[in-house]
């Protein structure tokens, strides 16, 4: 523990100064409090899925009843720490999204919440009741995240903080404590501005802050399963996983975006400094074997081989040479993860 937990700090404000102190101890970038209740953007996300936007990501209508309230994943607790993880926003452009390039960052962050969540009870003293959230349960944790002052929704619906952009993770401790909170984050930065929206090469965001993910590389990269249709292989580029661009163009990430300074997150070799081409056809060769290997303990494991596979195939396809054979390409395309 950090010195600042030495003495008692038992009131909802020292309580809320000693989490935020270890947060950052931990490594955090952010860290902000809210009260938990209702929750803002239930409502829209329920009419989001209803209206098909969520594509085949039919494990996000589970749970719905217990987002529109954060009480309810776990009953009895009262508040969200909530904190954000920078990945390296400022790491060159690549094949892969920036936060798929090294270990998973749900482990990483969950591995650090509980961290916070031990300190915390050695503090006050005894059992806290709570539990982490990292993508991993029915909470809206970009919600949170902006009432607990943390950041306003972009217009390509990231959570943007006016100091550091949008490269980073967000993740909630929820507890059963009394903990003083922070103001909500209600201004709106973005302005006029509409890169996010004009760079989205599938233009998967339909307006501001709606996003149509059946359209949007990193769910047709990552979440879909089956055959990429033609529509979206050109525009696919030359990116295997995940997509970075609507972040890229966001002037809040071209000031503030920063190297990763997390030894997690640093690309793994396997990764590291190639090209899409040369990338797409190290996938192809993989066996299942292979791929268990080198993507234990990433994201990228979450598209199997097969959809890596499909994804090598199809950006091989737009950028081949005469040295690439077309049939095993065709092929591999139509696979389905």
């Known amino acids: 523990m950090t010195e600042a937990t030495t003495a008692p700090a038992r009131d909802a404000a020292g309580l809320a100064r000693l989490a935020k102190t270890e947060a950052y101890a931990l490594g955090f970038d952010l860290c902000g409090i809210t009260a938990?209740?209702?929750?803002?953007?239930?409502?829209?996300?329920?009419?989001?899925?209803?209206?098909?936007?969520?594509?085949?990501?039919?494990?996000?209508?589970?749970?719905?009843?217990?987002?529109?309230?954060?009480?309810?994943?776990?009953?009895?607790?009262?508040?969200?720490?909530?904190?954000?993880?920078?990945?390296?926003?400022r790491e060159p452009s690549g094949p892969v999204a920036r936060y798929a390039r090294g270990d998973d960052y749900h482990d990483v962050m969950e591995s650090k919440l509980r961290a916070l969540h031990a300190r915390l009870e050695e503090a006050v003293g005894a059992a806290v009741p709570g539990k982490p959230y990292?993508?991993?349960?029915?909470?809206?944790e970009r919600d949170l995240a902006r009432r607990a002052g943390l950041g306003w929704f972009g217009k390509n619906t990231n959570l943007l903080n006016p100091r550091m952009g949008s490269f980073f993770f967000l993740g909630c401790l929820v507890v059963e404590l009394d903990l003083a909170t922070d103001a909500p984050?209600?201004?709106?930065?973005?302005?006029?501005c509409t890169r996010c929206i004009e760079a989205c090469p599938t233009a998967a965001i339909t307006a501001p802050r709606e996003l149509d993910a059946t359209r949007c590389i990193s769910y047709l990269t990552i979440e879909l399963k089956g055959e990429?249709?033609?529509e979206f292989r050109a525009p696919m580029g030359e990116l295997i996983y995940g997509c970075d661009i609507c972040q890229e163009v966001c002037p809040f990430n071209i000031k503030f975006a920063q190297?990763?300074?997390?030894?997690?997150?640093?690309?793994?070799?396997?990764?590291?400094?190639?090209?899409?081409?040369?990338?797409?056809?190290?996938?192809?060769?993989?066996?299942?074997?292979?791929?268990?290997?080198?993507?234990?303990?990433?994201?990228?494991?979450?598209a199997k081989l097969n959809g890596l596979q499909?994804?090598?195939?199809?950006?091989?396809?737009?950028?081949?040479?005469?040295?690439?054979?077309?049939?095993?390409?065709?092929?591999a395309s139509r696979q389905a993860p």
């Open 259 to 302: 190297a990763f300074k997390v030894p997690e997150f640093a690309p793994r070799e396997f990764l590291a400094g190639k090209d899409s081409r040369t990338l797409a056809r190290d996938i192809l060769a993989l066996t299942q074997e292979d791929f268990s290997v080198v993507f234990k303990g990433s994201p990228m494991k979450r």
């Open 134 to 140: 990292v993508d991993t349960g029915p909470l809206l």
């Open 228 to 230: 990429i249709s033609e």
């Open 36 to 89: 938990l209740g209702p929750m803002d953007t239930a409502p829209a996300f329920d009419a989001w899925i209803e209206d098909g936007r969520a594509g085949t990501m039919h494990y996000l209508e589970r749970g719905a009843e217990k987002r529109h309230d954060s009480r309810r994943p776990l009953p009895g607790t009262t508040h969200a720490i909530v904190v954000a993880l920078d990945y390296g926003g």
């Open 310 to 331: 499909r994804n090598a195939a199809v950006v091989l396809g737009n950028v081949r040479t005469s040295d690439d054979a077309a049939a095993p390409l065709n092929d």
């Open 185 to 192: 984050f209600e201004s709106d930065h973005c302005g006029t």
